[in-house]
């Protein structure tokens, strides 16, 4: 292990957690399930009627639940019937009796149920983003459940209306570390980024969860049941979009990396290149922290970091950059940045493919390519070196090359976490 | 609007005079003044945010909201007071004699709902428990009645203005429906007064905004994922100094047999791509035998013939339609069996390749190649008809024609000079040698399909 190894454990990322971690929490959710189903089992089920309106939308929503983009799952319509149903406190002029038991047992019953047709057209559950909505949930109704009795909540909406707000946002702030925790295990991504991203990923549809749960809560009050339902309606909207926004964003994905085979197809690099120099260059970026929309550019960049080869009349022998002239470089460099820019979206992208060939430290006063261009030199770099082999002794040699030229040619930081990629076998 | 009539200013003075006088007459007893302040500041708020429609002289705002939770709330003129905040609304755009004419038009249109909803026996006040399920006829009538009476006096002013009929189809029927829709959740505000009080609002317009951040997102996407696809076909092209813009045109021609004959609109958007993707197999043929002009040897041919499956191997793995991979695949086939990779026949070629192929022809045939130089329209279409049948499928040979007759076609930006593509082995686009250009422009005509240049005798743009 080198010494920035050792930092790195220092700094307290803790590695193998990954399994321990989520069973952890799946474990955590059974218990909370059966103890609740164990104590409505004894003290029978309170309200059958309004249990069964709320663990029926419970169901329907997760039935609706949608995948996020960045591999993430997301149920609003479940979401907010639950806390709604933890959150309630009158339907119309029947005061709302439920305890906390039978909140989580609901909202467990309703998961599953609805989780079962995904089941049964073979979409396996993941257990612990159900796992985390569910001690969301609980959290919730722990507090608010012994409250809701009381003369303050009952009362007036000024004295109920912050106390279950509150609430809200605290459920919201226990899913989001929740997923945070599962994906820096998932993928070895820094704790804070990953609670960053989630947070700047999961607000807008937290604040309309969140939203219609309160909606929910109080109607329920005014109109009965049925209300419940209609307050369900922008979420639904909400999340026709949010599934067509993913989809779009995973065939953008697919339509990339499939062109960028353009350049392998006519001869230009070898085969699997844009591929795999993508693939270490976003392993690189998440081991030097950056953020998940930083991230995605660097991959959109190291798709396409070669398609200005498409100007070369004569493909160069084996498509390997590094043996061609500084001019050379930047000029195909400067090709393939315009190229993206004609997309007139991802400026950012075409800038780091255009400064991708410059020295990570330049001569003169110029200043310092950005970090993504940083890394695809060396990802790039790497895989001429290496190619397609699997041989470790390959790897190990071209990382040690790399570290040769980083008094100029490529950015220390970055070969080193490339290099405890290679160390860790993750290449 | 540009210049008005006299009618038409006296029409605007009346409508302006009335509003005027329905809010200061009132009667405003027993209205709570919290109330009429919060609806005010949402309407207002609405205001601001509104978006601008296609016609770009109308747009269209939520409003309508605050209005009708007053009309429930605080009746007719209360509901005509709540309207006039339309005046607060910061928005860029219109001018104050607009301002004022919006405000009026809303005022009348709340004031009329509220005398429609008390016609039908609402009860002015905030609801309870009690007042569910009868509340709701007359609330339905009073959204009718603003909907109606709102876009009764635009269509007069647009009317009288002599603003082209284009400015009111912005008016159509799912902008009348979004409007009756969101009039219902003045309802739902006014209901949850009594629990919620001015927060009701608030809340209840936060799950719209998010939805409709959302769609915005999605579209938004869209266009980005478009403009890359297209971005990165023309990179392809430049291989081929002859078939810039061809993949656009392609997949503009196709998609304008889909329409022709009724297609999905899935089917239609994946028809798009594989327009614009057919021919990115063609990066595997080698450049000198894409720009031959003599007659190509048969190993040549061969090695043209496998573009379409060079093509599949590429688009492959992209989660469209398989119909779209099976069109680019099969787009060269016939319908008489003698086409390529797999000769097949008739039916057996999939659709989109059918219609893929048509456009494919009509738009070599329009522009100029290494090996013929471009031909009229009406000859093309001449020719598509000469080979329908044997070629072509003459279902959509006919479509085509039919939606060239209507909406016309832009073919290709005639090539300058047909002899300078012999010896421009890196054609316009080429990178400057230091990085001067860096802020790119795109430096060759094909970002977009652009104005026909003057003096291309092939260019039609029949009606």
């Not at chain 1, 925790?181 to 807008?204: G, N």
């Not at chain 1, 979206?345 to 390519?369: E, M, Y």
Request: net charge neutral.
């Amino acid at each position: 292990m080198t010494v920035t190894g050792q930092r790195y454990e220092a700094r307290g990322y803790p590695r193998h957690r990954l399994d321990s971690g989520q069973s952890l929490l799946v474990i955590a959710a059974g218990l909370l399930l059966v103890a609740s189903v164990a104590g409505i089992a004894v003290g029978g089920l309170i309200d059958v009627s309004t249990a069964v309106a709320f663990g029926g939308l419970i169901a329907f929503g997760e039935l609706l639940r949608l995948n996020l983009p960045g591999d993430r799952e997301a149920a609003p319509i479940a979401g907010a019937g639950a806390l709604a149903y933890a959150l309630l406190v009158r339907v119309q002029d029947h005061p709302a009796h439920q305890g906390m038991q039978q909140v989580v047992a609901v909202t467990a019953i309703g998961m599953l149920i609805g989780a079962l047709p995904h089941l049964a057209v073979g979409r396996p559950a993941r257990l612990h983003a159900m796992a985390g909505r569910l001690v969301a949930v609980a959290v919730a109704a722990v507090i608010f459940r012994p409250l809701a009795g009381h003369a303050v909540i009952g009362g007036h909406w000024w004295t109920a209306l912050p106390v279950m707000a509150s609430l809200v946002i605290l459920a919201w702030l226990v899913e989001v570390v929740i997923a945070a925790l599962v994906r820096t295990d998932a993928l070895r991504a820094r704790y804070r980024v990953a609670l960053a991203d989630e947070l700047r990923v999961q607000l807008p549809l937290g604040v309309a969860i969140g939203a219609s749960a309160l909606l929910m809560a109080f109607a329920a009050e005014v109109m009965g049941l049925f209300a419940v339902a209609v307050f369900a309606a922008p979420l639904l909207v909400t999340q026709v979009a949010l599934r067509r926004f993913a989809g779009i964003r995973a065939t953008y994905l697919q339509t990339v990396r499939a062109l960028a085979r353009v350049t392998e197809i006519g001869g230009y690099v070898e085969a699997g290149h844009s591929a795999r120099v993508s693939k270490l260059a976003v392993a690189m970026g998440r081991e030097l922290g950056m953020p998940e929309a930083a991230l995605l550019e660097l991959e959109y960049a190291a798709l396409m970091h070669d398609i200005g080869q498409l100007s070369l009349r004569d493909p160069i022998p084996g498509g390997a950059t590094v043996l061609v002239t500084r001019e050379e470089q930047r000029r195909i460099a400067e090709y393939g940045a315009e190229v993206i820019q004609q997309a007139r979206v991802l400026d950012a992208v075409a800038d780091i493919v255009r400064r991708q060939s410059d020295p990570a430290r330049p001569a003169g006063r110029d200043p310092a390519p950005p970090l993504s261009s940083r890394i695809i030199r060396a990802a790039n770099a790497f895989d001429d070196l290496v190619g397609s082999s699997a041989e470790p002794s390959r790897a190990g040699a071209a990382v040690g090359r790399l570290r040769l030229d980083t008094a100029s040619e490529y950015d220390p930081d970055v070969v080193e976490a490339l290099s405890r990629l290679v160390e860790r076998g993750s290449v | 609007m540009g210049k008005l009539s006299r009618v038409a200013w006296l029409y605007i003075a009346a409508v302006v005079t009335a509003a005027t006088v329905v809010v200061a007459c009132g009667p405003y007893g027993g209205v709570d003044w919290a109330q009429v302040i919060t609806l005010g500041l949402l309407l207002a708020a609405s205001e601001s945010t509104a978006t601008l429609l296609r016609s770009r002289s109308l747009a269209w705002s939520s409003s309508s909201v605050a209005s009708l939770a007053a009309v429930v709330l605080a009746g007719p003129a209360g509901a005509a007071l709540v309207a006039c905040c339309t005046l607060l609304g910061i928005r860029r755009g219109p001018s104050p004699m607009q301002r004022l004419f919006n405000t009026a038009m809303y005022a009348l249109s709340a004031y009329l709902a509220g005398e429609v909803y008390l016609l039908f026996g609402g009860h002015v006040g905030t609801p309870g428990p009690s007042s569910f399920p009868g509340i709701i006829g007359p609330y339905a009538a009073a959204t009718v009645t603003h909907v109606a009476v709102n876009f009764a006096l635009l269509q007069v002013v647009f009317w009288l203005a002599g603003e082209p009929s284009s400015a009111a189809t912005g008016l159509n029927l799912k902008l009348l429906l979004t409007d009756l829709g969101y009039g219902a959740l003045g309802v739902l505000i006014a209901a949850l007064w009594k629990v919620l009080g001015p927060f009701t609002p608030v809340l209840v317009l936060i799950p719209l905004f998010v939805a409709r951040w959302a769609v915005a997102q999605f579209a938004a996407q869209q266009r980005a994922y478009e403009a890359t696809v297209s971005a990165l076909c023309q990179a392809v092209e430049t291989k081929d100094f002859y078939t810039r813009g061809h993949s656009e045109r392609v997949s503009k021609g196709s998609v304008m047999i889909a329409k022709e004959i009724g297609m999905r609109t899935e089917r239609v958007e994946a028809i798009r791509l594989a327009g614009m993707l057919h021919d990115v197999g063609k990066l595997g043929v080698p450049t000198a035998v894409l720009q031959k002009s003599g007659k190509l040897t048969d190993d040549e041919y061969a090695a043209v013939q496998l573009h379409p499956m060079r093509g599949l191997d590429i688009v492959r793995d992209i989660g469209f339609l398989d119909e779209a991979l099976a069109g680019i695949m099969h787009h060269h086939e016939r319908i008489d069996g003698r086409g390529y990779p797999m000769g097949l026949a008739g039916d057996e070629i999939p659709e989109f390749a059918r219609v893929l192929s048509v456009a494919d022809a009509f738009d070599a045939m329009t522009s100029t190649r290494s090996y013929s130089h471009a031909r009229p329209v009406a000859d093309a279409i001449a020719e598509l008809r000469k080979w329908a049948g044997k070629q072509f499928d003459p279902a959509f040979v006919d479509a085509f024609v039919a939606a060239i007759d209507r909406d016309g076609w832009k073919g290709p930006e005639p090539v300058p000079d047909a002899t300078a593509g012999a010896d421009v082995a890196v054609p316009p686009p080429a990178p400057p040698p230091n990085g001067t250009a860096s802020n790119g422009t795109p430096s060759n005509g094909t970002a977009s399909s652009g104005t026909p240049s003057n003096g291309a005798p092939l260019i039609t743009e029949s009606l």
